[in-house]
């Protein structure tokens, strides 16, 4: 049973959400304000997942969710916007939330992002995993590292590594947007949906360029991305 950190200020929608969730089989835990959110993360520091709303009446979800992913870099993260404002959404896209959802949102659409990024999160079996190596890059899927020659270990998000595990399994070889989506984030994109881009984004910034400045993931209009040996 997975226990979920609900963090919103919006205490009614809390509790049609805890009793929703809690009959799809999830444990809730709901806080109201950051302070609360952050004691609770200080004593149980290892929730499944968390769905976090960015306006939250003693300050920013999305500054949460900067601490939460300095301390928790891999804990998956859904983002809730009453406003669906798409600067919000491209902001916590960027500081690291693993999903976005506007509210109001359908509890089943809900339910169903949040399966999803768990099903992202689990590990797979300690015999099937395996350091992927590709030139100067080796990528460790259970501890969600990356290792480039002569730099510091680079923490991904469960996203950014479900994304670059992908990629590693076909190098130079592109990898249309949906069947990237499906593969990494375990979903399609919706019209106008910009996380599977956004992550990317994110991706190349945390990796940079190979030692002759070539560009590491390369997207091609109408064809996707592909990770450049």
Not at 8 to 23: A, K, Y
Not at 55 to 79: A, C, W
Not at 99 to 109: H, Q
Not at 195 to 223: F, T
Request: hydrophobic share 40%; proline share 6%.
């Amino acid at each position: 049973m997975s226990t979920i950190v609900l963090v919103d200020d919006d205490q009614e929608l809390c509790e049609l959400l805890v009793n929703w969730l809690s009959q799809e089989g999830f444990t809730l835990h709901a806080c109201f304000d950051t302070k609360s959110a952050r004691d609770y993360l200080d004593q149980h520091p290892e929730p499944d997942a968390i769905i976090l709303d960015v306006m939250l009446p003693d300050g920013n979800g999305l500054q949460l969710l900067r601490k939460i992913r300095s301390e928790h870099p891999q804990l998956p993260v859904l983002m809730l916007s009453a406003r669906g404002e798409p600067t919000d959404r491209i902001i916590g896209l960027e500081l690291g939330a693993d999903d976005y959802l506007a509210k109001p949102c359908d509890p089943r659409e809900l339910t169903a992002r949040l399966r999803a990024v768990l099903r992202r999160s689990v590990t797979a079996p300690a015999a099937t995993l395996h350091t992927v190596v590709a030139g100067d890059l080796q990528y460790n899927p259970a501890r969600g590292v990356v290792t480039i020659t002569d730099q510091e270990d680079i923490v991904l998000t469960v996203s950014e590594g479900r994304i670059l595990e992908a990629l590693l399994a076909t190098p130079n070889e592109p990898i249309d947007k949906q069947h990237l989506a499906q593969l990494a984030l375990d979903r399609k994109l919706t019209l106008y949906d910009r996380s599977l881009d956004m992550h990317v984004s994110n991706l190349r910034r945390k990796l940079g360029s190979h030692a002759d400045d070539k560009p590491r993931i390369i997207a091609l209009r109408g064809r996707g991305y592909f990770y450049s040996l």
